[in-house]
């Protein structure tokens, strides 16, 4: 299988990043497409979610690998960003919430993708906004937008106006994916056992359609 890169970032805080990045790593997982998981966020959310899993259950055999990157050294990002090429089939880095790390900019280079979360709020339009930006100068990955943890009840005139113009904006220079409602079944969410019902209904749509604009395949 042909290999792809695919980031999961944004700068801002509390969109759900890391929990995306491992249920589409187990939806390819489960689809019959291989993946890795990279994790190059000093916090390492996503390794440390495996560990405490394996730990618990040692005798379960992961259906995909999650490794730690270090980013404070260059040279070593570029090593592994070179290796990690050569692997078949899917690598999706989990990056870091900031702009700040230096070494960042040799993973946004490598990206055939990279997929942004975000929510509706202003603060959070806004910083989107702000990592666009700057993300568009350094790579050439193809953009995809995930409107994560959204509240399918809030109807206002003025939040439904400013859905469709932040939607209208980000489609300019990307793949607006449909919505993951916000769910108390996709917070709880596993990287070392299959996806229950009510996480596969949620967010089927906008995985299948990142799959699509990011030319996923078996």
């Not at 390492?44 to 690998?65: C, G, I, K, Y």
Request: glycine share 6%; proline share 4%.
């Amino acid at each position: 299988m042909q290999n792809k890169i695919i980031l999961f970032s944004n700068i801002k805080g509390g969109v759900g990043k890391t929990t995306l990045c491992s249920l589409f790593a187990s939806y390819l997982a489960e689809n019959g497409i291989p993946v890795i998981a990279i994790d190059a966020d000093l916090q390492a959310s996503l390794f440390r979610h495996r560990q405490r899993e394996t730990d618990a259950d040692p005798d379960v055999q992961a259906p995909w690998n999650v490794e730690l990157l270090n980013t404070s050294d260059g040279n070593n990002v570029a090593s592994v960003l070179e290796k990690l090429r050569e692997v078949p089939g899917v690598v999706l880095i989990d990056c870091p919430g900031n702009l700040n790390d230096r070494y960042l900019e040799i993973i946004y280079k490598a990206a055939d993708g990279a997929v942004i979360p975000m929510s509706f709020d202003a603060d959070t339009v806004d910083a989107t906004g702000i990592f666009i930006k700057a993300f568009k100068t350094i790579s050439k990955a193809q953009l995809v937008f995930i409107p994560n943890r959204i509240n399918p009840a809030e109807k206002r005139a003025d939040e439904l106006h400013q859905r469709a113009s932040t939607i209208e904006f980000l489609g300019l220079v990307g793949t607006v994916v449909p919505q993951v409602k916000q769910c108390v079944a996709v917070k709880r969410y596993t990287t070392l056992y299959s996806m229950d019902s009510k996480q596969r209904d949620v967010v089927e749509n906008a995985f299948n359609k990142i799959m699509e604009t990011l030319d996923i395949k078996k």
